[in-house]
């Protein structure tokens, strides 16, 4: 622990943080980062319980709002996205729902991007409207339309980049300067391309959101999510959940801060894979089209190339035909996974019409370009050979 004092970890990359920030290690092990599964603290005197309440002494009280394990990967997960703070919560969609309940209100309104993840979309349309918050949604990268959405009541641009599943990028620093005059906040959902592609608060975003069941862990074990921005803003984000209670699991927080150890490999090496995979699509007779971020053929490319450094994992395509010619493919896999998940080592075959997307109304499906015969793959680390021999067999 002494050591950590001399460390500028500012001169840290990427890949180093990602292993050892925050690191303590302890005579017991290696690896220091203890797995604490406790519900409460002990505290030595009356005088401390009632320090640690008041919050004049810093310190542990109860896992709902504050656990060592949990700490650590916030911390490190901060250190990653550049942010003061991060709230740790028990899935991706709780971090929204917390983030947006710590800082709306009711009469608040949010623009939101229409290619959001299916249920983001739900929450804003369905739920937070419940409860007075109203959102419209906007093509993601029809920067006009974001600016005719404004009401004197804005007060949140939410988006995600690249969409999920078409592969639509938006200008984060665009917007940013679209919303900023108006005083609203900008909430980036950056799980498909993590710190390691992608750093939304360094192009101007206010918030970052990650679903960590995603690449963050990385193999599929466990769920979680976050928030990270400035200690301002995540104090009443934090202040909400430390109240109701979507915290993340020690035991999960201890899976994730193992997933970030090999984060930036697993990006890079996935994203190499992911582009073969989208330039062979691309070359394949019996594909309409593709949308992946790191192809030339991408109309943002110019973009893609400012704002992120590969075009990270997951893809989409448009077989020839409809819905029946894109099951054929899906139910020919042998190795891809049939799962409606991403992020993973295993590569995994999605159905967003009927899947993910599958309880947006049809209409809104459709203005998203969510198509029967759109396919969505994550690309994992099986070998390429064998990933394009499996998906030929469609
Ligand atoms: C999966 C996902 C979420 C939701 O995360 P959960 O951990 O499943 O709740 C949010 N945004 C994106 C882009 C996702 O892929």
Redesign the pocket.
Known sequence: MSNNQQINFADWQDETLAIRYGYHPTQEGEHGEAMILTSSFVYDSAAQAAARFSGAEPGNIYSRFTNPTVGAFERRLAALEGAEMAVATS????A?LTACMGLLNAGDHVICSRSV?G??QILFANHLSRFGIQTTFVDLTDHQAWQDAIQATTRLFFL?TPS?PLMEVGDIGGLCAIAHAVDALVMV?N??MTPILQKPLALGADIVIH?A??FIDGQGRA???AVLGSKALMSAVYGFLRTTGATMSAFNAWIFLKGLETLALRMKAQSEQALAVAQWLEAHERVEAVFYPGLASHPQAELIAKQQSAGGAVLSFRVTGGRAEAWKVIDAVQIFSRSAN?GDVKSIITHPATTTHGRVAEADRLAAGITENLIRLSIGLESLTDLKADLARG
């Open positions: 899935s991706g969609m709780a929204i993840f249920a983001t995600e999920n959902d799980c498909l679903s069941t995603k769920l979680g999510g991403l």
